[in-house]
């Protein structure tokens, strides 16, 4: 067998084994080990594998699951890229990398990195450390100095005595090492029977083989409690980006001039030569913007809520149209953010009303005149409008409904 270093360099493809056959009898999840509970939209597993995934410096990668766990495997992490291989692991972890090892042989790859699946937090800065630090005969460990006072505990739940914590360190994965020696050592342990090391380094003190401290993450936690759990999740959704659902809707709307003294727009009854003809008040501004708001939420137009052949819409005020397109939106859980309506005409001048205007719109809408704008522009003398048969306007309304935008 060769030792693979002289596969090993600065720039060569790391492998990695990634351990994911365990039971977490300690976290307790009635619905499937831990490593493939949902945390913030997809299973743990998922997330460690795309860091590996997406690192420059990792070539194969080899998942030690459950034989129970394939349909599991294939939900959280199918359609992975070619590189990644599942394997059957075995009862115990250190089992599990042995086989995981094993499983690489046909590579001979110079370097291999040990992961827990159960570490979804693993960085990209904190796999480059860990490679750097790789040496042709000698193991890389991330771990953290212990923070906290250790107590040893007696029998009777007692401290029996303080631990000096000098020079202790937790130990966290990726472990990183030369294949060969690691396989090597792995393969020895289990031909003497020593089945009782809870992670690689330890083993490869055990052999022998120098093995290196580079600094761990406090990030990179390994959930082990169903609170840690929890917390992971919570920490994700936190950091999701958010998609609300914010809505446009448009409106648009015409009404010819017939004899009369006044027009009405956006609520406001202006003294005019003409009045403009229609089945309501024929308030042009108030009925685009009801279909803007009522488009929002696919909810149709003005004529579907108040058909034109109802008598008893005949000269109804359309502050009324607008207001049932407001309580519409509002019953499906929508909060208007604003409303634009632009007014075409060549006459009457609308900028003495605008206030008015807004404050009725304010009123009728429920939210405040700073979100409400009313504009006009004449037709420069072109068309029906420039003609002055009649008045058209365009409306814009935005919503912002409960919930995201659907992936
Ligand atoms: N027979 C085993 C046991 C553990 N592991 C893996 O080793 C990692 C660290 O182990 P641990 O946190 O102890 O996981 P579990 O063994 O699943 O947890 P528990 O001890 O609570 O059952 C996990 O990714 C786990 O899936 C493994 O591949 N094979
Ligand atoms: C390998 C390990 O992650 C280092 O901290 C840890 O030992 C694995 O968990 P276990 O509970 O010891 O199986």
């Given at each position: 067998m060769t030792d693979g270093s002289e596969n090993s360099s600065a720039t060569g493809e790391v492998a990695v084994v990634i351990v994911?056959?365990?039971?977490g009898a300690r976290a307790g999840q009635a619905n499937g080990p831990k490593q493939y509970q949902n945390i913030g939209g997809r299973a743990v597993i998922a997330h460690t594998l795309e860091m590996f995934l997406a690192h420059p410096r990792t070539g194969r990668i080899v998942v030690a699951i459950h034989a129970d766990d394939h349909e599991l495997f294939r939900q959280a992490a199918g359609g992975q890229a070619e590189r990644v291989t599942a394997i059957i692991g075995g009862p115990t972890r250190q089992e599990s990398v042995r086989l995981g090892l094993l499983a690489l042989k046909d590579h001979a790859p110079g370097q291999v990195l040990i992961h827990d699946a159960v570490r979804p937090f693993v960085d990209a800065e904190l796999i480059d450390r860990t490679i750097a630090a790789i040496g042709k005969n000698e193991g890389a460990l991330p771990a953290l100095p212990i923070a906290d006072t250790l107590k040893r505990e007696s029998a009777?739940?007692?401290?029996?005595e303080t631990v000096s914590r000098s020079g202790l360190h937790a130990a966290q994965t990726p472990q990183g090492f030369p294949y060969g020696p690691i396989l090597a050592a792995h393969d020895k342990a289990y031909q003497l029977g020593r089945?009782?090391?809870?992670?690689d380094a330890a083993i490869a003190e055990w052999a022998q083989i120098p093995v290196k401290l580079v600094p761990g993450s406090p990030d990179n936690v390994k959930l082990t409690w169903a609170r840690d759990i929890a917390m992971a999740h919570q920490r994700l959704s936190s950091e999701r980006t958010h998609f609300p659902d914010i809505r446009t809707g448009n409106g648009y709307d015409v009404h010819a001039f017939e004899p009369g003294d006044h027009v009405t727009l956006c609520g406001v009854a202006i003294p005019h030569d003409k009045r403009l003809s229609g089945h309501s008040d024929a308030d042009v501004g108030l009925h685009a913007l009801t279909d803007a708001l009522l488009a929002t939420c696919g909810a149709g137009d003005i004529g579907t809520h108040f058909?034109?052949?109802?008598?008893?819409?005949?000269?109804?005020?359309?502050r009324i149209f607008v207001e049932h397109a407001a309580k519409v939106v509002r019953e499906r859980g929508g909060r208007i953010a604003n409303a634009d309506i632009t007014l075409i005409c060549e006459a009457p001048r609308v900028g003495p009303h605008r206030e008015a205007m807004t404050a009725a719109l304010s009123q009728m809408l429920g939210?405040?005149?700073?979100r409400i704008s009313i504009k006009a522009t004449t037709n420069e003398k072109l068309g029906f409008v420039g003609r002055e048969e009649g008045i058209a306007a365009i409306a814009t309304a935005s919503v912002v409904f409960p919930g995201e935008v659907p992936e």
């Open positions: 994911a056959a365990g039971r009777a739940g007692v401290v029996a089945l009782d090391f809870t992670d058909p034109p052949s109802d008598p008893q819409w005949k000269g109804a005020a359309s939210i405040s005149a700073d």
